[in-house]
Antibody, heavy 116, light 113 residues
Framework: EVQLVESGGGLVQPGGSLRLSCAAS????????MNWVRQAPGKGLEWLSY????????YYADSVRGRFTISRDSATNSLSLHMSSLSAEDTAVYYC?????????WGQGTLVTVSS | DVMMTQSPPSLPVTLGQPASISCRASQSLLHSDGNTYLSWYQQRPGQSPRRLIY???NRDSGVPDRFSGSGSGTDFTLKISRVEAEDVGVYYCMQGTHWPPLTFGGGTKVEIK
């Protein structure tokens, strides 16, 4: 069974940093590209970042480019998102999602709250 | 970026009755490889998104056949032939043809009358 489990969310002060993780299991992680998508409270879905299976290709949304860094470790089957210079607008549930043009599996999400 | 516009934003439906959600893209979603990368996701209350349909009309494994997707170019539709209580939630269309970025519609909230 494919499973994606996010962790690392929590309360962080404006201007602070946080690192999210996504533990993958039930499939060959190194064969799949991955994404991060977020959802602000009561709002819709916003794609944030993509990393190819080989890490050769990485993309970011304009809203996070220069502040967020995506990475992956096939040795531990994990995806990461390092977030810095956080503001209240970054408060959201963050999901990892598998796949290229139409992500199939999504994790349950981890909540990031940016507040003083 | 490709804008995805869904309608209606809210859809009250009687149990057992059909429902239809529209999704319009700001430009054609036909890719040069011949595929149209339009997918539909269901988000039940308190849950993460679940993919229902990919490449316009391909239903995911385990998705009831009362769900169907259709359309081409810029206009797409998700239909539920007979709404059941478990179908309550928000439905999103998403395009993967012109990316990055992947872009989502604003969502349609399906509720029972």
């Amino acid at each position: 069974e494919v499973q994606l489990v996010e962790s690392g969310g929590g309360l962080v002060q404006p201007g602070g940093s946080l690192r999210l993780s996504c533990a993958a299991s039930g499939f060959t992680f190194s064969d799949y590209s991955m994404n991060w998508v977020r959802q602000a409270p009561g709002k819709g879905l916003e794609w944030l970042s993509y990393i190819s299976s080989t890490t050769s290709t990485i993309y970011y949304a304009d809203s996070v480019r220069g502040r967020f860094t995506i990475s992956r470790d096939s040795a531990t089957n994990s995806l990461s998102l390092h977030m810095s210079s956080l503001s209240a607008e970054d408060t959201a549930v963050y999901y990892c999602a598998r796949g290229l043009r139409y992500p199939d599996y999504w994790g349950q999400g981890t909540l990031v709250t940016v507040s003083s | 970026d490709v804008m995805m516009t869904q309608s209606p934003p809210s859809l009250p439906v009687t149990l057992g009755q059909p429902a239809s959600i529209s999704c319009r893209a700001s430009q054609s979603l036909l890719h040069s490889d011949g595929n149209t990368y339009l997918s539909w996701y269901q988000q039940r209350p308190g849950q993460s998104p679940r993919r229902l349909i990919y490449k316009v009309s391909n239903r995911d494994s385990g998705v009831p056949d009362r769900f169907s997707g259709s359309g081409s170019g810029t206009d797409f539709t998700l239909k539920i032939s007979r709404v059941e209580a478990e179908d309550v939630g928000v439905y999103y269309c998403m395009q993967g043809t012109h990316w990055p970025p992947l872009t989502f519609g604003g969502g349609t909230k399906v509720e029972i009358k």
